[in-house]
């Protein structure tokens, strides 16, 4: 029997966006003390000889940023569900100091998982000149990103460039979302609750265009009072036409009217990014989108993004849980020959083409139970 939750969610995890227009509480400046902080971290490992992924969190001391981290770990958990990080050091760095950089900031926000059948940890997000399409992500394009959430706790994204024009970033809290449906439509949360089989969209490590996820995964789940979200109505609708099962017209109506509740203006907020911010997103409690953009000709938008699963995360249904065939709160397997050279490598592409490779070959052991290497 479903455990549907029947009572209003309460604020801060509960918002709406005129709470927010006045006010600026969800950037977390960072000091010249945290900022040095980072780039002595940083320096520290360049002289080690190690990149990014190469390295975890003993090895990238931050003693005054921690505690802020411990208190954002707190406001996404508890508060609001989301956070911006300014200020971050960008210029005068490489590509291969901004990945260390990251990847040591990441080891505080939690364990690292990987992105894509090749294995990616940091991914980067940018127009790669391809179209918006069955098998290409949408990060790959400049396209307009319907509400969706991702496959991990937390999901970050650190801006090295921001777009020339467009490329806003719009979150809604899922849980104002649950709100409005029990007021206006409480008739579809058993549906909601039932959940769908997703398409893996080839990102597997069987890689099989075809290959949906095991079970169906809840749009809302209740458990342990606790309520978690998991939506992308694109991949819940595909998934079924590769069962054979398309859905019906009350069901696309259903999927229809969450899509839309995430981008009501009510309820929708939208933030642009500066060079050096960090958006942090709690996955269960947020669904993220995103306004096409246009490019600067001479300067591509580029954001370097992490999923993490966090300590102690929250409690997750079984069902829920599972999100990719990669175990329960696992991240997506590697498929068999991946390609460790592309552009979005857990390594920048300026790094040698001899690391690139042994790197690839170092990252394939997993850990068992949470889908990811050792180290990420």
Known sequence: MLNILLDPIAPPSAWKSADLADYDDWIYRLTSSDTEEL????????ERGLFAVQFDQKDFPLTGLALKISEIHEELENGRGFVM???????????????????????????????????????EITEQGVTYGAQVRGYMTTANLMPHSDASDLVSLFCIQPAHSGGESCISSAMTMHNAILAEHPDYLERLYAGFNHSLRGESATGDPDEVTRHAIPV??????KLSFHFNRRLIIQGAEKMGTPLDDKTIKILDYVNDLALRDDIRFDMNFMRGDVQLLNNHTIVHSRQDYVDDPERKRRLLRLWTNVPNGRPLAPEFADRTNGGPRGGMRVAKGANATSMSSDLPTSAPATLQARH????????SGDGCDPGG
């Open 39 to 46: 780039l002595e971290a940083t320096a520290k490992i360049r």
């Open 85 to 123: 990080l300014r200020g971050l050091p960008v210029d005068g760095l490489d590509d291969d100091d901004l990945y260390r950089l990251y990847w040591g900031l990441g080891q505080y926000l939690g364990t690292p998982l990987i992105q894509n059948k090749n294995g990616q940890r940091i991914v």
């Open 220 to 225: 809302f789940s209740y458990f342990a009072n």
């Open 360 to 367: 690839n070959l170092q990252r394939l052991p997993r850990v």
